[in-house]
């Protein structure tokens, strides 16, 4: 596709940086990413893709917008509560950039009905808050052979990991989901205001580059951020022969939700 000329003004400063240009915009315009969560993760990922100007974007959430969720999911606003988050976040993406086509999922991803959701896009986002849902992202990115960008946040840190074919995958790190009430959540812990702010933003990142296919991405690398301390890690992480999922002699080949529990 060609830019109008009304793009080339609105991309503008896209297009000027080395390593995007004319062609990546277009590339961009012409990409399809599916933003799996709503909330605090998704809403900056949300914002960012359409004003990168990423030509369609689905949003998948079974949620409504509640008053708690303001502080951070910068997305919904407060005539919000009580909207469905994926008609919230649509109209915000709508108002900013009208280039972008939306295609909304408002029910939570399954087993049974994930590899159909994400089947026609290019790059996932995985911005959801559980564990289950984490990692029945995850299987169904290694199955489907589909490219996606991890991420945990809680009270002052979180870490992040990107997904392509053949390397390290979720279940590489940890073979599977941590039993029930092992692990605080954001209503038990909480989540500082700017913490899903700040990885949502990066993991928009992390699609673009790979859109542009220009770029360092988190392949194979574990990335941690403690905000409150300032304390910034890498971890190199190879691929694990033994992982359940995408080893040599996997044991998970279907999804299923005895998988998850």
Same mark, same amino acid.
């Given at each position: 596709?060609?830019? !109008?000329?009304?793009?080339?003004?609105?991309?503008?400063?896209?297009?000027?940086?080395?390593?995007?240009?004319?062609?990546?915009?277009? +590339?961009?315009?012409?990409?399809?990413?599916?933003?799996?969560?709503?909330?605090?993760?998704?809403?900056?990922?949300?914002?960012?893709?359409?004003?990168?100007?990423?030509?369609?974007?689905?949003?998948?959430?079974?949620?409504?917008?509640?008053?708690?969720?303001?502080?951070?999911?910068?997305?919904?606003?407060?005539?919000?509560?009580?909207?469905?988050?994926?008609? !919230?976040?649509? +109209?915000?993406?709508?108002?900013?950039?009208?280039?972008?086509?939306?295609?909304?999922?408002?029910?939570?991803?399954?087993?049974?009905?994930?590899?159909?959701?994400?089947?026609?896009?290019?790059?996932?986002?995985?911005?959801?808050?559980?564990?289950?849902?984490? #990692?029945?992202?995850?299987?169904?990115?290694?199955?489907?052979?589909?490219?996606?960008?991890?991420?945990?946040?809680?009270?002052?840190?979180?870490?992040?990991?990107?997904?392509?074919?053949?390397?390290?995958?979720?279940?590489?790190? #940890?073979?599977?989901?941590?039993?029930?009430?092992?692990?605080?959540?954001? !209503?038990?812990?909480?989540?500082?205001?700017?913490?899903?702010?700040?990885?949502?933003?990066?993991?928009?990142?992390?699609?673009?580059?790979?859109?542009?296919?220009?770029?360092?991405?988190?392949?194979?690398?574990?990335?941690?951020?403690?905000? #409150?301390? #300032?304390?910034?890690?890498?971890?190199?992480?190879?691929?694990?022969?033994?992982?359940?999922?995408?080893?040599?002699?996997?044991?998970?080949?279907?999804?299923?939700?005895?998988?998850?529990?």
């Amino acid at each position: 596709m060609s830019l !109008s000329e009304i793009q080339k003004k609105r991309y503008n400063r896209n297009i000027l940086v080395n390593g995007v240009g004319e062609e990546g915009q277009e +590339k961009l315009l012409s990409a399809k990413v599916l933003v799996i969560g709503a909330g605090g993760l998704g809403s900056p990922n949300l914002l960012y893709l359409a004003a990168a100007g990423i030509g369609t974007i689905g949003i998948a959430d079974g949620d409504t917008v509640d008053i708690t969720n303001l502080q951070r999911q910068v997305v919904h606003h407060t005539p919000d509560i009580g909207r469905p988050k994926v008609e !919230s976040a649509k +109209k915000k993406i709508e108002d900013l950039n009208p280039d972008v086509k939306v295609i909304t999922y408002y029910y939570k991803v399954t087993p049974e009905n994930i590899s159909d959701v994400i089947k026609d896009y290019d790059f996932i986002i995985e911005c959801t808050d559980n564990f289950t849902a984490k #990692f029945l992202i995850n299987d169904a990115c290694v199955l489907n052979k589909k490219p996606y960008s991890h991420c945990g946040v809680l009270s002052f840190y979180g870490q992040m990991i990107t997904y392509l074919p053949g390397c390290t995958c979720l279940r590489c790190l #940890f073979s599977s989901p941590p039993a029930s009430g092992t692990s605080p959540t954001s !209503s038990e812990a909480g989540i500082f205001t700017t913490v899903p702010g700040t990885f949502g933003t990066l993991q928009a990142s992390e699609a673009v580059k790979y859109l542009l296919g220009n770029g360092r991405l988190l392949t194979n690398t574990l990335f941690y951020f403690d905000i #409150f301390n #300032f304390e910034v890690k890498t971890i190199n992480i190879k691929p694990n022969p033994n992982c359940p999922l995408c080893g040599s002699a996997p044991t998970i080949k279907a999804l299923s939700d005895n998988n998850y529990s």
